[in-house]
């Protein structure tokens, strides 16, 4: 994580916006696991730049209840749609624009995945709001995948891949960024 940030801050002095893909902090998410991995390597770059987080399975792992889990504690995300889009109501899947670009992050770790649940109506109703040129949408596993991970075989994968993926197609997605699969 060190080469990559001095990697990264030899290359860039200004970040727009910063997209934190899930597994943020190895093993289990613990609130000293972010500390050490996240704050402690990134604190110069977080003073100066807004992240915008979505939840992996080592983020949700010391927790087996979604209401505890450190990340939720850590990060103040839009759930209201302070920072454009429509308000979800939960910081797990929230959305906001910057500039001509509307952002989604959705939940792939620990929110219901089944079509007309509460996330994937949600998602469909702010992709019909938004006005922005594009659409860019981030969650943590991936819906095509064949590295350490198998998406023809994993729950959360293939249920991202038959009911997230066409929603987006269907409203004009532009870029979809995902994690797990290192």
Avoid at 1 to 18: H, L, M, N, P
Avoid at 62 to 82: D, M, Q, R, W
């Amino acid at each position: 994580a060190v080469a990559v940030r001095d990697s990264y801050g030899f290359v860039s002095e200004w970040t727009d916006v910063w997209l934190m893909l899930g597994d943020n902090a190895y093993d289990s998410g613990t609130d000293d696991e972010y500390q050490r991995a996240v704050f402690n390597i990134h604190g110069s770059m977080l003073r100066q730049h807004v992240a915008w987080p979505t939840l992996g399975n080592h983020d949700a792992g010391s927790k087996g209840v979604k209401e505890a889990f450190p990340y939720l504690e850590i990060f103040t995300l839009p759930k209201n749609g302070e920072a454009g889009g429509l308000a979800s109501g939960t910081e797990l899947y929230y959305s906001f624009d910057y500039a001509n670009v509307h952002f989604i992050c959705l939940d792939s770790m620990s929110s219901d995945r089944s079509p007309g649940s509460p996330m994937l109506t949600w998602l469909e109703n702010d992709l019909i709001a938004t006005t922005r040129d594009w659409v860019v949408a981030y969650w943590h596993h991936p819906p095509y995948t064949f590295g350490t991970h198998d998406s023809d075989t994993e729950v959360e994968l293939i249920e991202m891949r038959r009911n997230v993926a066409p929603i987006l197609e269907r409203y004009g997605a532009d870029l979809v960024l995902c994690g797990h699969s290192h």
